[in-house]
């Protein structure tokens, strides 16, 4: 069902590239501008159809260059299958990554099926807009799977990617040094190489001399400057009714929108100023990140124990924190959490295969709410109280104890053989 429900998406990405519509429309008109030979200006106007601002860096419209030249509908369908072709990529690295997971009680292998069920479930509605969303997920899996095979190198070129085109993703850089210094060292070498192929390279070969005008341009602009995308992030308020990350749900509680709390009057809320209601939330995302920090130290004080263990559980600890702190939260970005649900699914399989029934109907219970929240298919009288926000958090919460928690060593775990003892 979930196989059905992403080829369906892709059907609608090609449609609405066609007409023009949703975030791939604006990618394609982006990139055909640049096409045709449009300067540092070009990140100083707005989309003509939409009125956005044009966010997305040098980088990140070059992928789009070659579709804008061709037919809208025949771009958004080559952009489809590109997904598809990510989705597959991350299929594969999931296999390789649970594969070299220890797995002293046979679990793991049961659990694949079901982590690419959720993958399916969550990439259902990431694909439709036209996002870069299963690009992300495809580098960090790729990027874990190679430091699972002991290549910190390739790891931080993988995850140089995704930050070279939005600022966020640069936090799962943290999630490797919870290794050994010498990994760290090389995954951020490879990171700043592959930050320097992908902001200055990349551009320079597809855009020629204008590659630095429109990267200045960009960060000047979209960065920098007031109407940017930074900026931006600090005018949510209580009227954006279709998010519901943290800035979104504090601004419901703590501010008055007339927009937001004349059509929802059951929303309690104070009237606090818009900059002090934004500081409370900057301090509740400093606390996360805190004791995010503070389960990493608790994973690398036990990582020589279960090395690659330890290495998935803070890829899912820095996957679900990056999510859980991020300004806005929609359902094309719910892909961006597969990671968190691994340890998860993990834990479910294991006590399917114990038997442990309640430990079983627990986990999965879990899952089940975590997804619904994350992919918000809840009315949108419920969104209006931020109800979606509980999933992120609980997931996040679910990794800090995962990562907080004794682990036995693949020794202890490992169940007595038949006659022992």
Request: charge should be positive; glycine fraction near 10%; aromatic fraction near 8%.
């Amino acid at each position: 069902m979930a196989t059905l429900v992403v080829i369906g998406n892709c059907i609608s990405l090609a449609r609405r590239a066609g007409r023009g519509e949703s975030d791939i429309g604006v990618f394609l008109r982006s990139a055909r501008l640049l096409n045709e030979g449009a300067g540092p200006e070009f990140y100083a106007g707005r989309d003509a159809s939409t009125g956005w601002y044009r966010t997305i860096p040098p980088v990140g419209l070059c992928l789009f260059q070659p579709l804008a030249g061709m037919d809208r509908a025949a771009g958004g369908s080559l952009w489809a299958l590109l997904n598809l072709g990510f989705l597959a990529t991350a299929i594969f690295a999931i296999a390789k990554c649970l594969g070299r997971a220890e797995d002293p009680g046979g679990h793991v292998a049961g659990a694949f099926p079901w982590v690419v069920c959720v993958l399916l479930i969550l990439a259902s509605a990431s694909i439709q807009v036209g996002q870069f969303s299963l690009l992300f997920v495809a580098c960090w899996l790729v990027s874990l799977a190679a430091l699972l095979r002991g290549r910190p190198f390739c790891a931080g070129v993988g995850l140089a990617l995704p930050s070279a085109i939005k600022l966020y993703p640069a936090l799962m850089l943290a999630f490797p040094m919870v290794g050994p210094a010498r990994q760290g060292v090389r995954v951020i070498a490879g990171f700043v190489l592959g930050a320097i192929l992908f902001v200055a390279t990349l551009p320079l070969v597809a855009l020629g001399p204008r590659a630095h005008g429109l990267t200045m341009a960009f960060v000047r602009h979209a960065i920098l400057g007031d109407d940017g995308r930074v900026a931006g992030y600090g005018l949510i308020n209580a009227d954006t009714v279709s998010s519901e990350g943290l800035d979104a749900v504090v601004m419901r509680y703590l501010t008055h929108g007339p927009g937001f709390h004349s059509i929802y009057p059951g929303v309690p809320h104070f009237r606090l100023d818009h900059q002090v209601a934004l500081r409370l939330a900057h301090l509740l995302r400093a606390a996360i990140l805190l004791a995010t920090i503070v389960a990493t130290l608790r994973l690398r004080c036990r990582s020589d124990r279960r090395p690659r263990d330890t290495l998935i559980q803070s890829a899912a600890l820095w996957s679900a924190a990056m999510y859980v702190m991020l300004p806005e939260t929609k359902a094309r970005y719910a892909v961006y959490t597969i990671l968190a649900f691994i340890p998860l699914v993990l834990l479910a399989s294991r006590a399917k295969m114990e038997a442990n029934r309640a430990a079983l109907v627990g986990w999965s219970a879990a899952i089940v709410f975590c997804l619904a929240m994350v992919l918000q298919v809840h009315p949108p009288s419920l969104r209006a109280f931020g109800l979606g926000y509980l999933g992120p958090l609980l997931l996040w919460g679910l990794n800090v104890s995962q990562s907080m928690a004794r682990q036995p060593s693949a020794d202890e775990a490992r169940p007595p053989s038949p006659g022992a003892g």
